[in-house]
Antibody, heavy 116, light 110 residues
Framework: QVQLVQSGAEVKKPGASVKVSCKAS????????MHWVRQAPGQGLEWMGMINPAGDRTTYAQEFQGRVTMTKDTSTSTLYMELSSLRSDDTAFYYC?????????WGQGTLVTVSS | QPGLTQPPSVSKDLRQTATLTCTGN????????AAWLQQHQGHPPKLLSDRNNNRPSGISEKFSASRSGNTASLTITGLQPEDEADYYC???????????FGGGTKLTVL
């Protein structure tokens, strides 16, 4: 069955970087666009960006341009999202998701807390 | 970030029908369709309907999606306590080349 398993919770200081991983199984990783979405506590969903099936093209939301890097390791079927220059308002759950007509499978979420 | 418009909250009685709306424009909902997600507190979102208004395997027939022009709708029949959740619409914006979400609708079942 399709599974997206994300790395564990992180606590970071302002200005630091965080790298979240998302290991995929149960489907052909190189056939799908993969997305990252975040959700601040008590807030709605915010799209961060996506990476193409081959892993050689990314599209980022304007709000994250210059701060986010999304990569894909096809040998291990693992997706990565690195966010730099962290601020307190980056505290959120970060989700990876597969796209197939919609975002049809989601990881369990990774809580990133930014606090001094 | 550009987004889709959803009413913040809807309340309906048990066993009644709720219709949730999502308004975009001709670059997103109007020509790309909208997908619908359900999210219960403390859980990741779950896809209820894709951009072509198809339900994924395992999703109940009580959830049905449609679109008219730039507005997408999700109809939920026979409301039960477990339908109480946040519902989000989402769409690809072909002009901006970004994925957009609605702000979400909190459905309360009375």
């Amino acid at each position: 069955q399709v599974q997206l398993v994300q790395s564990g919770a992180e606590v970071k200081k302002p200005g630091a970087s965080v790298k979240v991983s998302c290991k995929a199984s149960g489907f052909s990783f190189t056939n799908y666009y993969m997305h990252w979405v975040r959700q601040a506590p008590g807030q709605g969903l915010e799209w961060m960006g996506m990476i193409n099936p081959a892993g050689d093209r990314t599209t980022y939301a304007q709000e994250f341009q210059g701060r986010v890097t999304m990569t894909k390791d096809t040998s291990t079927s693992t997706l990565y999202m690195e966010l730099s220059s962290l601020r307190s308002d980056d505290t959120a759950f970060y989700y990876c998701a597969r796209e197939a007509g919609g975002l049809d499978y989601w990881g369990q979420g990774t809580l990133v807390t930014v606090s001094s | 970030q550009p987004g889709l418009t959803q009413p913040p909250s809807v309340s309906k009685d048990l066993r009644q029908t709720a219709t949730l709306t999502c308004t975009g424009n001709s670059n997103n909902v109007g020509n790309q369709g909208a997908a619908w997600l359900q999210q219960h507190q403390g859980h990741p979102p779950k896809l209820l309907s894709d951009r072509n208004n198809n339900r994924p395997s395992g999703i109940s027939e009580k959830f049905s999606a449609s679109r008219s022009g730039n507005t997408a709708s999700l109809t939920i029949t026979g409301l039960q306590p477990e339908d109480e959740a946040d519902y989000y619409c989402s769409a690809w914006d072909s002009s901006l080349n970004v994925w957009v979400f609605g702000g979400g609708t909190k459905l309360t079942v009375l």
